[in-house]
């Protein structure tokens, strides 16, 4: 049986390692216009280098940097196997989840301009999260179930911070299997658990987005180049990459059962015809490391500024009080790794883990992103 390899996941980690993980050949390149010159490291260039002719990943472009400049980055390995095509700084990947920091900053601009506060209920833009329904029971076997109608009613916090009771069908093996009663329709669950009360990765940061188009009257795309990536320098960030850089793009990999990669004949859409807030754009390393660059200098990058050092702080905090947040494990292991990690779009560490991560460290978008604290 062949697995998807998740890797080809895009991963950040500023001021330590910043890498988009996809898809073997070594590939120096310059820095980008927005960074100093390019630091040498042996180390980082063999670890990546040995992933690749290790068969752990078809490829990898790595980038790390600090507040002012690039201080690393990398590109080994191939963006499509079978093809030769190289890895290279620039190649574009769908960067999935990576997505949702972008949509949340969109939704903090429009809290700064006092349009929306994160206390408010859903339901105030979206009469169809009104009356919610919670599972009481769900039979795995038959798919039988019982609901109860929710406590409490979600607000903009717990779309955002994945506490809104919502799950996704690889999170959740109850929304995997859910089969609505003859009659019954939902436009949001039935919820999973009590909004405010668990975390689970979730569908709410979709919910997060069609509020940025609500109230901006924008869809994200052009909501988000006109607000955040044309201001920040983002060129090759888009949902809908135009031909020369779907050229550049990669491709999603399976692994087969030698251990070998083909190209997963499943791909990511080339063209998005409903944008949405929790996945779904296509960027480049130093595209994506411009954005991480603005968070590190609280707000703004290059005299630009997208958002106050208030508004940086405020996301920074902790959003979901004493409630875990436990490892993700996937609903659907044919298509995955069994277990995710700890994740969030933005989780605050109480406490240095296992994994080395400091206390006072986040980490953001599954797998995707990790920022380790600002004193850089």
């Known amino acids: 049986m062949m697995k998807r390899l998740v890797a080809h996941r895009a991963r950040f980690i500023p001021v330590a390692l910043a890498a988009l993980l996809a898809t073997a050949t070594h590939a120096r390149q310059s820095a980008p216009a927005s960074g100093g010159a390019v630091v040498s490291a042996p180390a980082i260039d063999k670890m990546l280098a040995d992933a690749v002719a290790r068969g752990d990943i078809p490829g990898v472009v790595a980038m790390a940097t600090d507040r002012r400049r690039v201080v690393y980055q990398g590109a080994f390995g191939v963006a499509e196997v079978g093809t030769g095509r190289s890895m290279t700084v620039d190649t574009v990947f769908r960067i999935a989840s990576m997505t949702k920091p972008v949509t949340w900053l969109a939704v903090m601009q429009l809290v700064e301009q006092g349009r929306v506060s994160l206390d408010d209920p859903a339901k105030r ?19 039988a179930y019982t609901l109860r109608s929710a406590k409490t009613a979600p607000t903009v916090r717990h779309l955002l911070t994945h506490t809104a009771g919502l799950g996704y069908s690889f999170t959740s093996p109850i929304v995997r299997d859910f089969k609505p009663r003859t009659g019954e329709t939902y436009a949001a669950g039935p919820l999973l658990f009590e909004p ?3 975390w689970l990765y979730s569908t709410g940061i979709d919910w997060a987005g069609r509020l940025v188009e609500t109230l901006s009257g924008k869809n994200l795309e052009a909501y988000f180049a006109d607000r955040i990536f044309k201001p920040l320098g983002m060129v090759d960030t888009a949902y809908n990459p135009p031909d020369d850089r779907q050229r550049r793009m990669t491709r999603v990999h399976l692994r087969r059962a030698d251990g070998t990669f083909q190209v997963d004949p499943v791909q990511p859409p080339v063209s998005v015809a409903r944008p949405i807030g929790g996945g779904g754009l296509a960027s480049t390393a130093p595209d994506y490391i411009r954005f991480l660059q603005m968070l590190l200098n609280q707000g703004s990058l290059n005299g630009v500024r997208i958002v106050s050092a208030e508004t940086i702080a405020t996301m920074g905090r902790n959003h979901i009080g004493s409630v875990g947040v436990p490892a993700v494990k996937t609903a659907m292991p044919e298509r995955g790794q069994p277990e995710l990690g700890r994740s969030l779009q933005h989780i605050l560490l109480d406490r240095s883990d296992a994994r080395r991560r400091r206390r006072h460290s986040d980490a953001a978008s599954a797998v995707c992103r990790q920022q380790g604290p600002c004193r850089v």
């Open 125 to 143: 833009y979206f009469p169809q999260l009104a009356n919610l329904k919670v599972f009481d029971t769900f039979d795995a076997k038959t798919g």
């Open 196 to 198: 405010g009360e668990q």
